[in-house]
């Protein structure tokens, strides 16, 4: 294949089969789409005379929907592909059927604000219509970035009013309690890693023995287990500061080194029909009885039947998260050294999601700053 010139325009097939052209013109991008290879070459070599002679190109009127369908497969290789399958979803169950056919270049702020208005109607909770208008914005800001169209209109309208739900982490009698019931289970360590690190659970399906240092006391989180471009699969951490070392507490090592006894009995057991995972050769820290990754579905409903037999109502298994995080803060861990451990972006991020925490701490710092004040008083 010869090499395009700089400047030229570019050919590409989009995933709903349609063909696509583009040109990057006086400072702008100029589209075309079609249904074969050669319709859209048509257009693009008619596009690339017109430029050469100073002549105006013939602009096609492009609908949101042909956009939001380009703007959806120009994501895909920067995003992780859980995202990429909830922008997929949105895109194709809510902004296509209710303004593809409005041309790009007309859609205005009213229009954005009638389609968050009726997804309230329908049932939607604001949150997920927040969200709704989230994608909308970020798709259209591309468009801005790609000269299409002169503003954002989805920028140009409020988000619903959300109503935040404070978390619900487990008191420390409630985690004792919860980690009686497990006594004896099969994952029972999982329970037990989970409250004593914050790990989040993709990070905790993720974990291969060759990430645990028993001696150490550590665990290395470098991938997790989550949806992938081609189904359940080790994918990346959540971000980059999610790549961490977390120090284990003595009660998680002993939980651990009796689940690695009770995880090789399973695997002489099970012998052939052991599976494992593809890319673990020392096996997965938490799998199936047949060594495959933990299915989330039914962990959670195994942690709800706990929960029930503990008498504790129902939580997440993501307030496992919550719980570890609460029980360091309010033993007077640093915050700073919560977010590294959390694997958070910011501190600020650990504060604004633990806020329900700092009463508590303001009020041990203000007893502890009484006696300091008291002791100096005294003794003046």
């Known amino acids: ?86 922008y997929s979803q949105i895109v194709n169950l809510h902004l296509v059927p209710a303004l593809g056919d409005v041309p790009l270049v007309q859609l205005r702020p009213d229009q954005v604000d009638a389609l968050l208005r009726a997804k309230l109607a329908a049932g939607l909770s604001p949150r997920r219509v927040a969200y709704i208008r989230a994608v909308l914005r970020r798709a259209l800001g591309q468009g801005v970035r790609w000269s299409l169209i002169a503003r954002n209109p989805a920028a140009l309208v409020d988000a619903p009013r959300q109503v935040r739900h404070e978390i619900e982490p487990l008191s420390p009698a409630e985690c ?24 989040r659970q993709g990070e905790l399906f993720g974990l291969g023995w060759g990430d645990v240092d028993l001696d150490a006391a550590t665990v290395t989180v470098r991938r997790a287990w989550g949806i992938t471009a081609t189904g359940p699969g080790f994918c990346e951490p959540k971000s980059e500061r999610s790549r961490r070392t977390v120090q284990l507490p003595a009660v998680a090592v002993a939980a651990l080194r009796e689940h690695r006894k009770r995880q090789l009995s399973e695997r002489l057991r099970m012998g052939p029909a052991w599976q494992g995972e593809e890319g673990e050769p020392d096996g997965l820290v938490f799998c199936t009885e047949i060594g495959t990754a933990c299915d989330s579905r039914n962990v959670t409903k195994a942690f709800q039947r706990h929960l ?73």
């Open 176 to 199: 004792r309690w919860l980690l009686d019931q497990v006594k004896g289970d099969r994952l029972e360590a999982l329970y037990v890693v989970a409250l004593a690190s914050g790990l």
């Open 308 to 380: 029930a037999a503990a008498g504790l109502p129902r939580r997440r298994f993501h307030d496992l998260r919550h719980s570890a995080a609460t029980l360091l803060l309010v033993q007077g861990v640093s915050p700073r050294v919560v977010q590294e451990i959390l694997g958070h972006s910011s501190v600020t991020l650990t504060l604004g999601t633990y806020s329900h925490v700092l009463p508590s701490l303001q009020r041990d710092a203000a007893e502890r700053m009484d006696a300091a004040l008291g002791a100096v008083a005294g003794h003046s």
């Open 1 to 86: 294949m010869t090499r395009r010139a700089r400047g030229s325009g570019s050919i590409y097939q989009r995933s709903d089969g349609r063909w696509c052209a583009s040109l990057r013109h006086a400072g702008q991008r100029v589209t075309f789409s079609g249904p074969t290879r050669k319709a859209v070459t048509d257009k693009l070599r008619a596009a690339e005379r017109a430029a050469e002679l100073g002549a105006p190109i013939r602009v096609e009127k492009r609908t949101a929907g042909a956009f939001l369908t380009d703007w959806l497969d120009s994501t895909r290789p920067s995003i992780r592909p859980s995202t990429f399958a909830s």
